[in-house]
């Protein structure tokens, strides 16, 4: 391997959210990684800084290329760079594009559960909720397109946000589930979203399918934030392919103050996505192995705690139903008494109430920890 994955950026005692925590415990709650960033993207921040002028910036035709570069090498999708917007970050895109696309009021659609953002982002700009619970069978989740489309025509929804691959769950959607969903969303006209931020995180010899290689107006959101860890950094893209409905979303972001571009994170960005395809490779190998040592451990140690994920994302979701505990309950307990922080199914909606989600974005010796922090909170139970 090219690149160390044992070796952590030591976050605590920082301003790091994630390891704003006691001595004793360990966080694997939000999605952030604890590997140093790739050393090609610490160099341009560096020189970047050693510039030393941190003044108002723009992207550059190279920033949105890089990303059209990352997109028709890695994912054989071809994204046209005068679709593309900046925008500060993917849920600061989802807000404002609720406010753009829809009126007070209106029902805007989401599955269940789902990254707790997808809640806040209605809500928040006072319109309505609409909830589509995904089906959980045999170990996995599916659409329940029936629920989706009587919803749909029940509720005259104007907006659905989609989750691809999904958090938490982990789900690579096929191609077929986006087709199938967008065929219903078409029909009575309603504008999907798709927020694609974790589609570099698969498994080895997997692969996302991006929602706009099956239509060109699913509005997309993306970001290297995830999966080169530059969440500090706030740089995302929202790629809109119809140029009337582009400049309306693109006015709208700056009303916001929210499409223009961080000084470090061009330089950071086209780092990332013109130089870090082994960096990606090499990353997803060792979450397989973090992945495989939850996995087994489980079989092997905590057989009623089942593990549930699917190939994306390094948020595993784990089956707690056995214990009869709500979440929120069983993480408060797993905190206080082991110091282990993950975070509680039910953050994602009703239907997590018998999940937890573990982020195992670190070195596999916290991930072994992690595991016996969870035996001993469970013994006896
Ligand atoms: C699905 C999803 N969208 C968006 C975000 C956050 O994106 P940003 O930090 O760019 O606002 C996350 C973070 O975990 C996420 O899981």
């Not at 979303?249 to 996505?273: C, L």
């Not at 309950?329 to 905190?335: I, N, T, V």
């Amino acid at each position: 391997m090219k690149y160390n994955f044992d070796k952590l950026s030591n976050r605590r005692h920082t301003h790091s959210e994630k390891w704003n925590v006691k001595d004793n415990e360990l966080p694997m709650w939000v999605a952030d990684m604890d590997f140093m960033v790739m050393p090609e993207i610490q160099e341009a921040v560096k020189k970047a800084a050693t510039d030393g002028s941190y003044g108002y910036s723009y992207p550059t035709e190279e920033f949105f290329k890089a990303y059209q570069y990352w997109w028709r090498s890695r994912h054989d999708l071809e994204l046209d760079t005068k679709s593309m917007i900046y925008v500060t970050g993917v849920v600061s895109a989802l807000d404002s594009l609720v406010r753009t696309l829809t009126n007070e009021n209106d029902n805007v659609m989401i599955l269940s559960p789902v990254y707790n953002n997808f809640f806040t982002v209605v809500t928040n700009n006072k319109r309505n909720l609409i909830v589509s619970d995904l089906i959980y069978q045999n170990d996995n989740f599916y659409i329940d397109y029936q629920d989706v489309e009587e919803k749909v025509k029940k509720h005259n929804v104007k907006l659905f946000i989609f989750c691809n691959p999904h958090n938490p769950v982990g789900k690579i959607w096929e191609k077929e589930d986006i087709e199938k969903l967008y065929n219903i969303l078409a029909k009575y006209n309603v504008q999907m979203i798709s927020d694609e931020i974790h589609c570099d995180i698969v498994d080895p010899g997997y692969k996302y399918v991006p929602a706009l290689s099956i239509s060109n107006d699913i509005i997309t959101c993306i970001a290297p934030s995830k999966v080169f860890n530059l969440a500090g950094l706030h740089s995302a893209l929202t790629v809109v392919n119809n140029p009337e409905l582009k400049n309306k979303i693109e006015a709208a972001f700056y009303h916001d103050d929210i499409g223009e571009a961080s000084y470090f994170a061009v330089p950071a960005v086209i780092a990332a996505y013109t130089q870090g395809a082994q960096y990606v490779d090499e990353l997803n190998q060792y979450l397989l192995i973090n992945k495989e040592y939850v996995k087994n451990y489980l079989k092997d140690n905590l057989p009623h705690v089942k593990y549930v994920s699917g190939h994306a994302t390094y948020l595993l979701w784990l089956d707690i139903s056995y214990y009869g505990l709500p979440s929120d309950r069983f993480a408060k307990e797993l905190r206080e008494q082991t110091g282990l922080f993950i975070n509680d199914g039910l953050h994602y909606g009703k239907n997590g109430g018998a999940f937890i989600r573990v982020n195992v974005a670190t070195s596999l010796d916290n991930v072994k920890d992690a595991m016996s922090r969870l035996s001993a909170y469970l013994k006896g139970k």
